[in-house]
């Protein structure tokens, strides 16, 4: 089993940043990629990033290019995504997840999950 502990949500205003964590424990040396999601009310759960366990390789959403970034450290088994210039559109909570497959888009892909973290941005 691997386990997932995000942190780093909160309420921040339009243009603004945070940066979220997710602490990967257990077995991770079974996880082939990393994601983080996001889901609004009412909406379905979306991809925000994905990174392959090695750090090597990240996409993006488009809609958060070049204004978010994943990235990891082995060393720690930590996960972050940084958030800048964010937008009332934005606001979700916010999932992290690990693939023993490998980075995908698709949250079916994913087999664990974190307990979620909510970004509220004010306009």
């Known amino acids: 089993q691997v386990q997932l502990l995000e942190s780093g949500g909160g309420l921040v205003q339009a243009g603004g940043s945070v940066k979220l964590s997710c602490a990967v424990s257990?077995?991770?040396?079974?996880?082939?990629?990393m994601g983080w999601f996001r889901q609004a009310p009412g909406e379905e759960r979306e991809v925000v990033a994905t990174?392959?366990?090695?750090?090597?390789?990240?996409n993006y959403a488009n809609s958060v290019k070049g204004r978010f970034t994943i990235s990891r450290d082995g060393a720690k088994n930590t996960v972050w995504l940084q958030m800048n210039s964010l937008k009332p559109e934005d606001t979700a909570i916010y999932y992290c997840?690990?693939?023993?497959?490998?980075?995908?888009?698709?949250?079916?892909?994913?087999?664990?999950w974190g307990q979620g973290t909510q970004v509220t941005v004010s306009s």
């Open positions: 997840a690990a693939s023993v497959f490998g980075e995908a888009e698709n949250p079916s892909a994913y087999n664990y």
């Open positions: 990174i392959n366990w090695s750090g090597s390789v990240t």
């Open positions: 257990g077995r991770s040396r079974s996880v082939f990629a």
